[in-house]
């Protein structure tokens, strides 16, 4: 009983050192730019940075397009489409599960590489959007 009570107050100290989950996803997103940031994900898309906003409980993602994909006309064109695709890749992404249990937003953005101001996509996608 007496180790018991002196293992106790450790026990609290540990207990209470648990991570949330919002600075889980801060440091998941720090890690995974250090390791794969800048990233090519196909022939004309770069994925540049992800991020983790605690305030608004965001995941951004930001990406640069380039070659036939930095197309402004065509990505006005396509909204809809590449929306619900990035809304589908959400939905179905087991990496984001305790996430989306939670509530948390993902933000992308996608810029030009030939103008390097001009935003080429961007949108949220919420809860409601992905349950």
């Known amino acids: 009983m007496r180790k018991f009570l002196l293992l106790m107050p450790l ?17 998941e997103t720090r890690e995974y730019n250090k390791k794969f940031c800048p990233q090519r994900v196909d022939a004309s898309t770069t994925l ?22 930095d197309d402004l006309s065509a990505a006005q064109a396509n909204a809809t489409q590449i929306r619900e695709a990035l809304i589908a890749q ?26 390097k101001d001009v935003v080429l996509f961007e949108t949220t996608i919420t809860k409601d959007d992905y349950q």
């Open 11 to 27: 026990l609290a100290m540990l207990v209470g050192c648990q991570e949330s989950l919002e600075d889980r996803a801060v440091r």
């Open 48 to 69: 540049d940075s992800i991020v983790f906003d605690k305030a608004t409980k965001t995941k951004r993602s930001f990406f640069t397009l380039e070659g036939v994909a």
């Open 90 to 115: 959400t939905r179905n992404s087991p990496d984001e599960q305790k996430f989306k249990e939670a509530g948390f937003s993902y933000y992308f953005v996608y810029r030009s590489a030939s103008h």
